[in-house]
């Protein structure tokens, strides 16, 4: 399989392929590698987007927008990849190109949208839907019910109270702890959090 995106996110993934021990890494490529070599995986420059056709894939970048951005681009056998140390309940749905990091608890009947990420030790508890290209930074929590719009990022140690709506393209600033629904777009800080801006609209 491959990697696209040589970044810090990328090292992580590598991990957790590693560990788990599902898929050969044979490669990560980038529009503008920065290293030749990540641990014992090669960086290559990107030529041509058909060489991925029929190759395994995740995404291994950061940023929401450019994750939805690439995929737009590239098509691939887009997989998942769960570290060994994530607890995962029986009941849980997870869509191709999403990563699940280490200390990760997915509860019963959640569902996860393509492209997302589960960050370090963050909780996703029951019946929570995430819509594609989510990012639950590390320590965050989302308690039961909880439905994430696509693109939204919870930030790192940030708490959602069950049952609250997030819409699309969010940011929850770090630490946040969110008490009501929140509308589309929204820059969110604070306890209880509130609106201190809002993200520029994407392109659907
Ligand atoms: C919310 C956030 C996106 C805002 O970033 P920004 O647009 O650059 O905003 P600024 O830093 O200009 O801050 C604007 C105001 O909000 C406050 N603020 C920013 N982030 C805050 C936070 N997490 N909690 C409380 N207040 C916060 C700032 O103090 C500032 O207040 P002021 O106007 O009174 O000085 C960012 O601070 C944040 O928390 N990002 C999450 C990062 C994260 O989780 N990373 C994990 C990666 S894996």
């Known amino acids: 399989m491959y ?7 990328c090292k992580v993934i590598i991990d957790i392929i590693k560990k788990s021990n599902e898929y ?4 990560v ?18 030529k041509t987007l058909d060489f991925f056709i029929d190759k395994q894939l995740i995404i291994s970048v950061g940023n929401n927008k450019i994750r939805k951005k690439i995929s737009k681009k590239i ?12 607890i995962v309940s ?6 191709e190109g999403t990563v699940i990091m280490a200390g990760a608890i997915l509860n019963a009947s959640v569902n996860i949208g393509k492209h997302c990420i589960i ?19 590390p320590n965050a929590s989302l308690a039961g019910g909880v439905l994430v719009g696509e693109g939204s990022q919870i930030g790192i140690g940030a708490t959602v109270i069950q049952g609250v709506k997030i819409g699309k ?8 702890v969110i008490i009501k629904d929140v509308p589309d777009y929204a820059i969110v800080v604070g306890n209880p959090g509130k609106i201190i801006k809002f993200n520029l609209q994407v392109n659907e």
Do not use: Q
Not at 3 to 9: E, I, M
Not at 119 to 137: K, M, R
Not at 169 to 176: F, H, K, N, Q, S
């Open 3 to 9: 990697l696209f995106g040589g970044s810090g996110h």
């Open 75 to 86: 098509s691939a056998l887009y997989v998942k990849a769960i570290h060994p140390n994530a």
């Open 90 to 95: 029986y009941d849980v749905d997870i869509n």
């Open 24 to 27: 050969p890494i044979e490669g």
């Open 169 to 176: 393209w969010v940011t929850i600033g770090a630490g946040a």
């Open 29 to 46: 490529f980038d529009d503008n590698p920065k290293f030749n070599v990540i641990f014992d995986v090669p960086v290559f420059k990107t």
């Open 119 to 137: 960050n370090t030790g963050a909780v996703v508890d029951h019946d929570c839907i995430l819509n594609d290209f989510v990012h639950i930074s």
